[in-house]
């Protein structure tokens, strides 16, 4: 079982930037491609980013590329999010999430292929 702990949301004005942080309890990190996920109030859960178990492929979402950057540190256990020029449209809960069972250089997209999820950060962009 692996524990996923965002950290790192918050409220922040329009154009500003944020770094979301995920801890994986799981020592054998780098066997997990990485995702971030967002949420916003009677939405569906959608896809923002994804990073590869090796780290080198990288996928984002439409709305966030150019913006938006993940990374991971399998040294650390961590992976981020670098959320930049934010939008008040980009406001949502931001959820982390691991896949094992893909290949090494696959980042995932689709929920259905994460098998853990963390319980997720609030982000707020205030126009």
């Known amino acids: 079982q692996v524990q996923l702990v965002e950290s790192g949301g918050g409220l922040v004005q329009t154009g500003g930037s944020l770094r979301l942080s995920c801890a994986a309890s799981e020592h054998t990190f780098s066997n997990y491609a990485m995702g971030w996920f967002r949420q916003a109030p009677g939405k569906e859960r959608d896809f923002i980013a994804s990073?590869?178990?090796?780290?080198?492929?990288?996928g984002y979402a439409d709305s966030v590329k150019g913006r938006f950057t993940i990374s991971r540190d399998n040294a650390k256990n961590l992976v981020y999010l670098q959320m930049d020029s934010l939008k008040p449209e980009d406001t949502a809960k931001y959820y982390c999430a691991a896949a094992r069972n893909v290949y090494y250089t696959y980042s995932p997209r689709m929920p259905w292929e994460y098998d853990y999820w963390g319980q997720g950060t609030q982000v707020t962009v205030s126009s």
């Open positions: 990073i590869s178990k090796s780290g080198d492929r990288t």
